[in-house]
């Protein structure tokens, strides 16, 4: 089993554009695999791991309601966002500056083929990343995601996930808000939850901004540890075409 994933951070990135590189490297795995069971080959899958930003934009997964986009285009464009459906799990989520957003797309047949599990290890990716900032971090009964002060009034969520598998190859993951405008999921209904909140990382530290590299450390740290993973950052990203 190959656990050693390949990191390439891409910087501010289009979000159709991102996608797009996604299905790329998604497609690339499943074809390995495919062409192993027919040759009887045991060529080693490779794993990813995306860090990205994206400009404004809403996404609704597959089982999702449209409903719970509450402006229309004209608004959409004031505010300089976009609007896609997509083909994940999950209802309606925001991506923007100031957000973390990280995409692993794995071969599970290299750590083990459980998607409850692996969407249970993302979330604690980010507990115990939240934790060092002295949060604490919490899931929330049938809702994928990291919530703070779950069971209580002010509950709110800080982390969206929703992924896809086929396979047992994954793609899309988690959106992490660390200096995100929260005003634009002020434009939906964040991810068809209607009596939750939102918030994000400096807005819980009370301070202006969040070191967003350190962030991303403490992820990948995280990560290597609860999935025995090895990360090896790519020197240089590959051409998105």
Same mark, same amino acid.
């Given at each position: 089993?190959?656990?050693?994933?390949?990191?390439?951070?891409?910087?501010?990135?289009?979000?159709?554009?991102?996608?797009?590189?996604?299905?790329?490297?998604?497609?690339?795995?499943?074809?390995?695999?495919?062409?192993? +069971?027919?040759?009887?080959?045991?060529?080693?899958?490779?794993?990813?791991?995306?860090?990205?930003?994206?400009?404004?934009?809403?996404?609704?997964?597959?089982?999702?309601?449209?409903?719970?986009?509450?402006? *229309?285009?004209?608004?959409?464009?004031?505010?300089?966002?976009?609007?896609?459906?997509?083909?994940?799990?999950? *209802? #309606?989520?925001?991506?923007?500056?100031?957000?973390?957003?990280?995409?692993? #797309?794995?071969?599970?047949?290299?750590?083990?083929?459980? #998607?409850?599990? /692996?969407? +249970?290890?993302?979330?604690?990716?980010? &507990?115990?990343?939240?934790?060092?900032?002295?949060? !604490?971090?919490? +899931?929330?009964?049938?809702?994928?995601?990291?919530?703070?002060?779950?069971?209580?009034?002010?509950?709110? !969520? #800080?982390?969206?996930?929703?992924?896809?598998?086929?396979?047992?190859?994954?793609?899309?993951?988690?959106?992490?808000?660390?200096?995100? *405008?929260?005003? /634009?999921?002020?434009?939906?209904?964040?991810?068809?939850?209607? *009596?939750?909140?939102?918030?994000?990382?400096?807005?819980?530290?009370?301070?202006?901004?969040?070191?967003?590299?350190?962030?991303?450390?403490?992820?990948? !740290?995280?990560?290597?540890?609860?999935?025995?993973?090895?990360?090896?950052?790519?020197?240089?990203?590959?051409? &998105?075409?």
């Amino acid at each position: 089993m190959n656990r050693k994933v390949d990191l390439q951070d891409l910087g501010l990135k289009d979000y159709k554009e991102t996608w797009d590189y996604q299905e790329v490297l998604f497609k690339e795995i499943v074809d390995l695999k495919i062409k192993n +069971r027919r040759e009887g080959t045991a060529i080693p899958t490779p794993n990813h791991f995306l860090f990205v930003e994206h400009p404004h934009v809403f996404t609704l997964g597959k089982s999702g309601n449209a409903g719970n986009l509450l402006v *229309d285009q004209a608004v959409l464009n004031e505010k300089g966002a976009k609007f896609y459906k997509i083909n994940r799990g999950g *209802d #309606i989520t925001y991506h923007g500056p100031g957000q973390i957003v990280g995409y692993p #797309i794995l071969d599970l047949d290299n750590f083990f083929t459980d #998607i409850h599990k /692996y969407l +249970r290890l993302l979330e604690e990716m980010v &507990i115990l990343t939240l934790a060092e900032y002295g949060l !604490k971090g919490q +899931r929330s009964k049938g809702e994928t995601g990291v919530w703070l002060d779950v069971g209580t009034p002010f509950a709110r !969520k #800080i982390c969206a996930m929703g992924v896809r598998a086929s396979r047992w190859v994954t793609m899309h993951g988690f959106a992490l808000n660390v200096n995100t *405008d929260l005003g /634009y999921f002020d434009m939906m209904v964040p991810c068809g939850i209607k *009596d939750k909140a939102v918030t994000s990382l400096n807005v819980e530290l009370g301070k202006p901004e969040v070191n967003l590299e350190k962030v991303k450390q403490k992820l990948l !740290k995280h990560f290597e540890s609860l999935f025995g993973a090895e990360i090896s950052l790519q020197k240089e990203n590959r051409p &998105i075409d």
